[in-house]
């Protein structure tokens, strides 16, 4: 179907278009029905009056959602009529042909709303319709042309893309994992990846020195307004690399790629502040470092927290990592973990990156040794049959030539609630899941049938 997008009829004053999209709004004045007609672009009025004869019944049968196909020449506003709000608000549309491409039953929420005001639930369950929203087309085009940049840049850069599995061993990032029964192999599960962390390092011993992915993770963890089961990362991964360096470049790619998309970022090159110094000026390792005009702006205040201690006590008492277990110690500590000395003072060569209140990003310089590996899992208290059997293949592919290396994943959500303004990650994800944990449209979680359960070797005992 040959079709103008909505809003540059704008530009096409005295031309004949042919337009498509969705009944917005319809108002009748009587003798004349105005139709907000609206595409992904935006919208424009399309006028129906006496003068368009037979098409005028057709409009007057029109009602929200009906989606409509209407060629007709564009004119300009008479000067009282112009409509400052809107894109198109100069001109409208005389229409010579209309035609009726499908009907909509009423919607079950409204539509001409930002809907922010409505329960999470309807809109979850009709997501397919709160999409409809301009604001949520906003923010998923944001988050397209985020990605797309990020693509750019890295692909400037000399990195490749490539997929890792989804059906995995666990990889821990601090969270529960997801699991998959297996049905060849009774008993056994698969985990949904916490994070590429492990093969991204893989990729590395395999010699590819610069990796990216648009990473989909899955953490099994209690939900807030900026977490969900499931985010997607830039995950990135470059080997002989030093701590200053990555943080460098990613500097650089964030800058690149907002500022590309029109944002100010509040100061360059990004304040860096230990954790030390982070705790003792914000009681906290994120933050915001924007003043009410800022805000008001749309700034993005970005900041680098680094000096992390490597471990804490978990709550049963035994030394965990605070962020990754597969970090680098800095140079400086390394004696101590590989003793296993002095822990509670060992710094990590974690960088967090911190905008507008939110951590959006994270990575570290990666230990490429194996015994450094296994001295983290030593300290909090690990067997030597237990490492082996969780991290054995990366201590043995640590022993055949591992580059230094180091990396970062950028949390894609977290960074398009800062650029959007939005304060909840559902405003950013196309189908996110609800507050309880269900899925939005589709009835998930939910249960199997017994033919299922029985291939799978499962019994549910409730
Ligand atoms: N694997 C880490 C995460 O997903 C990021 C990284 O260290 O590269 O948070």
């Not at 307004?225 to 030093?242: C, K, L």
């Not at 200053?244 to 907002?258: A, G, P, R, S």
């Amino acid at each position: 179907m040959e079709r103008t997008p909505i809003t540059e009829t704008k530009n096409l004053i005295g031309k004949e278009v042919n337009l498509a999209g969705w009944v917005h709004v319809r108002r009748d004045h009587g003798k004349i029905i105005f139709i907000d007609l609206r595409d992904r672009s935006g919208l424009a009025q399309v006028v129906f009056g006496p003068w368009t004869k037979d098409l005028y019944e057709t409009a007057n049968q029109l009602r929200s959602e009906w989606v409509i196909r209407v060629r007709g020449t564009v004119k300009e506003r008479p000067e009282k009529m112009i409509n400052a709000e809107i894109e198109t608000g100069r001109v409208e549309i005389e229409p010579l042909e209309l035609e009726i491409l499908n009907k909509s039953e009423t919607p079950p929420l409204p539509l001409d709303t930002d809907g922010a005001d409505i329960d999470e639930e309807s809109r979850l369950k009709y997501r397919y319709l709160d999409l409809r929203r301009p604001r949520l087309q906003k923010n998923l085009r944001l988050r397209s042309e985020f990605i797309d940049r990020v693509r750019q840049f890295l692909f400037k850069k000399g990195f490749l893309e490539v997929e890792t599995p989804i059906l995995s061993a666990p990889t821990p990032e601090g969270s529960r994992d997801f699991v998959v029964p297996s049905r060849l192999n009774p008993g056994k599960f698969f985990a949904l990846p916490q994070s590429p962390q492990q093969y991204k390092q893989l990729l590395m011993v395999a010699g590819l020195e610069k990796y990216f992915q648009v990473a989909r993770c899955f953490r099994d963890e209690d939900l807030r307004a900026d977490r969900g089961f499931e985010h997607s990362q830039i995950d990135m991964e470059v080997s002989f690399i030093d701590q200053e360096e990555f943080m460098k470049l990613d500097e650089e790619m964030i800058t690149v790629v907002v500022e590309g998309m029109g944002y100010k970022i509040k100061q360059k090159p990004f304040p860096v502040f230990t954790y030390k110094e982070a705790i003792e000026k914000f009681g906290a390792d994120k933050f915001d470092l924007r003043t009410e005009e800022d805000k008001n702006n749309g700034v993005l205040a970005y900041a680098w927290v680094k000096d992390f201690p490597f471990f804490e006590k978990s709550d049963d008492g035994e030394w965990t990592f605070t962020h990754n277990p597969f970090s680098h110690a800095k140079p400086e500590h390394v004696d101590w973990l590989l003793s296993g000395e002095h822990v509670d003072e060992i710094l990590t060569t974690q960088y967090d990156l911190v905008c507008n209140g939110f951590e959006v990003g994270g990575g570290s310089i990666r230990a490429h040794k194996p015994e450094m590996l296994k001295a983290v899992f030593k300290i909090m208290g690990y067997g030597d049959k237990e490492i082996d059997a969780q991290f054995g293949h990366m201590l043995e592919a640590f022993k055949y030539g591992a580059p230094p290396h180091g990396g970062i994943a950028h949390g894609i959500e977290r960074n398009i609630m800062t650029l959007a303004g939005e304060n909840y990650l559902r405003e950013v994800q196309a189908f996110p899941q609800t507050s309880s944990g269900r899925t939005s449209v589709m009835d998930a979680p939910n249960e199997l049938d017994k033919k299922q359960l029985k291939e799978l070797h499962l019994k549910i005992e409730k």
